[in-house]
């Protein structure tokens, strides 16, 4: 692969990163406080294999002219066909600008155990009802905290349909700590007034109460809070599928 060749190639990656970071595409492949770091790596790359470019083509126009140094080996001015073979190197690049793959949904929650940890501490719920919370947040209190900062309060979190194949529906949200490859599913299983169709990786908003209700992941043994749903309806697929309210 020659300087023009991987000019062009760096110039092809740092189009992505900036088209990624620009969009929200980059939210399906890592959370969005490392949004910074790809537009700082996008225009890194650009301005590198600008660069790369600019100086290739002086050296052209040198030996041109005759000024040149040539490449030290009596070769100067002989063309070297290059392999095409090398430009395939960018095909992954455009399955990363055209193809959104979608985020991870069901079938990684119902094959990966719960990861809920126990969290450092509980921020004091805001007021009005139904209070929005993360389904983290949410899990967290009900488990750990045994509900005591949720007695008494209704709740409203989003989230998308897991059902097991018991029948068990749960509520589920991926959290990660950098990207999707490190995602794991959070759980809360469903009780009360939940829709009698309830359809894998839909997404819904539901509105419940604090419910005693404990469970165990087939998975891995973890623990899975329960919510009483008093009100659900489907919403769309939010901006950001993951859950960053996330303690390791």
Aim: glycine share 10%; with cysteine.
């Amino acid at each position: 692969m020659n300087r023009q060749t991987q000019a062009a190639v760096l110039l092809l990656i740092g189009v992505a990163l900036l088209h990624g970071a620009l969009s929200d595409l980059y939210l399906r492949y890592v959370k969005e406080g490392l949004r910074p770091l790809l537009l700082a790596a996008g225009t890194l790359l650009v301005v590198t294999a600008l660069a790369t470019a600019w100086y290739e083509w002086r050296r052209a126009r040198r030996e041109e002219r005759g000024t040149g140094t040539g490449d030290g080996d009596g070769t100067r001015g002989h063309a070297h066909r290059e392999s095409r073979v090398s430009w395939l190197l960018v095909l992954p690049l455009f399955a990363l600008v055209l193809v959104a793959p979608p985020a991870l949904g069901s079938y990684s929650a119902t094959h990966t155990g719960t990861a809920l940890q126990q969290p450092y501490g509980y921020a004091e719920l805001p007021a009005g009802d139904p209070v929005p919370i993360g389904l983290v947040d949410y899990a967290g209190r009900a488990f750990y905290g045994h509900g005591r900062s949720l007695e008494g309060r209704s709740v409203r979190l989003t989230g998308f349909v897991a059902v097991t194949p018991s029948g068990t529906p749960y509520l589920v949200r991926m959290a990660l700590n950098c990207c999707a490859a490190d995602a794991q599913p959070v759980k809360i299983g469903l009780t009360g007034n939940i829709p009698p169709v309830l359809q894998p990786n839909a997404w819904l908003e539901v509105t419940g109460r604090y419910t005693a209700r404990r469970a165990r992941d087939p998975v891995n043994d973890g623990p899975i809070p329960f919510l009483r749903v008093t009100a659900a309806r489907p919403v769309p697929t939010p901006r950001d599928p993951y859950d960053e309210t996330w303690n390791n």
